[in-house]
C-alpha cells in the first residue's frame, strides 16, 4: 500500500490489541523531517498532531486521505493509519464488533501521541471517532469529520445492499466478497456507483489502491462484518454528548447518509458541532472526489480559533 502514498512519504507500524497497525507519515525529503527531531529532542516546539482515519468499505484503507494531507506535512505531524482489517494492518480472522474498532482507535492514538489530536475521518469511522470523542473526550483537540454517521441514526437503519440470509449464509458470504470486491471490474463499479457522484473523478490509480487493498488476505472478515451490519449504531446520543470542537462536511449527494441526515445530527449540538459545509456534487468521500475543496475547508478549520 506505500505504492498509493505522496512522495516522501513512508510506512511505519505500531502493536494494537488485535495485531499490527500500518500508518503512513512522512520520512524523507520534501518534508521537514529535521524538525520532527529536534522536536522529539526538546529543541523545538513539537507540532500538532493531526490523525487521518479512513472510512470503511471493500478496498478501504488510508489512501482515502492521500489527496489531503501531504498539504498538511509542513505545519502538523500527519499520520495516516489503516485500521485493523484494512490496507496494510493486520487482518484477524473474526467477526468485527463495534468495541473492536472503539478500541483499535483508542490504541493507535495512544501509541503514537502523548497530547490530544487532531482526528480527520470519514463516513462510518468519523462516526466511530466522534463516538470515542463523547466517551473520552481527553484523547482529542478538535475533530474534522466527513459524512459521519453510525448507519443506524435516529433509529432507522441505512439499508443493506444485500438480503440479511445471504450475507449472513457460511461460505456465501466470501463467494459474495470474492465476486464482488477482488477484482478491478467489481471495484470500480462500488466506487462509480456508491462512493463517487461524478465516474469521470475516478482515477486508475484510486481503483489500483482499492483493489489493492480489498486484495490483502483475511480482508472480507472486515468488510463483511461491516456490510452485515454487526458494527452499526446511532450517532445521535454520541453526538449530543460531544464536547469536543467539530466541524462537518458532507458531500451533496452521499448515498445512504444523505444531507438531511447531516443537519439533523448536527442541530443536536450546535455548540460543538460548530461547522457544517456542504461540498457541491461529491458523494460519500468528497475529498477524494475534490480534494482541493476539502484540503481548503480542513486549513481553515485548523487555523480557525
Not at 529532542?41 to 468499505?57: L, M, S
Not at 472503539?102 to 468519523?126: C, G, H, M, R, Y
Not at 440470509?165 to 470486491?181: E, R, S, V
Request: charge should be neutral; proline fraction near 7%.
Amino acid at each position: 500500500m506505500l505504492t498509493f502514498q505522496p512522495p516522501g512519504f513512508g510506512q511505519k507500524s505500531v502493536q494494537a490489541r488485535l495485531g499490527k497497525m500500518a500508518y503512513y507519515t512522512p520520512v524523507a525529503l520534501p518534508w521537514p523531517i529535521a524538525a520532527d527531531k529536534a522536536a522529539a529532542t526538546k529543541t523545538a516546539p513539537k507540532r500538532p498532531i493531526v490523525i487521518f482515519f479512513h472510512n470503511f468499505g471493500g478496498g478501504a484503507s488510508a489512501y482515502e486521505w492521500s489527496k489531503v494531507y501531504a498539504a498538511l506535512a509542513i505545519h502538523y505531524t500527519v499520520i495516516a493509519p489503516d485500521l485493523i482489517g484494512w490496507g496494510a494492518s493486520a487482518h484477524p480472522e473474526r467477526r468485527y464488533s463495534i468495541q473492536d474498532y472503539l478500541d483499535n482507535i483508542e490504541d493507535f492514538i495512544e501509541q503514537v501521541s502523548t497530547e490530544p489530536v487532531i482526528a480527520i475521518a470519514s463516513s462510518f469511522t468519523a462516526g466511530l471517532v466522534a463516538r470515542l470523542a463523547a466517551e473520552k473526550p481527553a484523547l482529542f483537540h478538535k475533530l474534522f469529520l466527513t459524512c459521519p454517521a453510525g448507519f443506524r441514526d435516529f433509529g432507522k437503519g441505512a439499508g443493506r445492499r444485500l438480503p440479511e440470509p445471504i450475507i449472513n449464509a457460511p461460505f456465501l458470504d466470501k463467494a459474495i466478497y470474492t465476486l464482488g470486491a477482488m477484482n478491478e471490474i467489481a471495484v470500480r463499479n462500488f466506487l462509480e456507483n456508491f462512493l463517487f457522484a461524478q465516474r469521470d473523478r475516478l482515477s486508475n490509480e484510486t481503483v489500483a489502491a482499492y483493489l489493492a487493498s480489498a486484495q490483502q488476505p483475511n480482508a472480507e472478515y472486515a468488510a463483511l462484518s461491516f456490510l452485515r451490519g454487526d458494527l452499526y449504531f446511532d450517532l445521535a446520543p454520541y453526538i449530543e454528548q460531544l464536547q469536543t470542537p467539530t466541524a462537518m462536511v458532507w458531500g451533496e449527494k452521499a448515498q445512504f447518509t444523505p444531507v438531511a441526515l447531516g443537519r439533523q445530527l448536527a442541530d443536536l449540538n450546535p455548540y460543538r458541532v460548530e461547522r457544517f459545509q456542504v461540498v457541491s456534487n461529491t458523494g460519500v468521500l468528497p475529498h477524494l472526489e475534490q480534494p482541493g475543496v476539502v484540503t481548503a475547508l480542513l486549513l481553515d478549520w485548523l487555523q480557525a480559533a
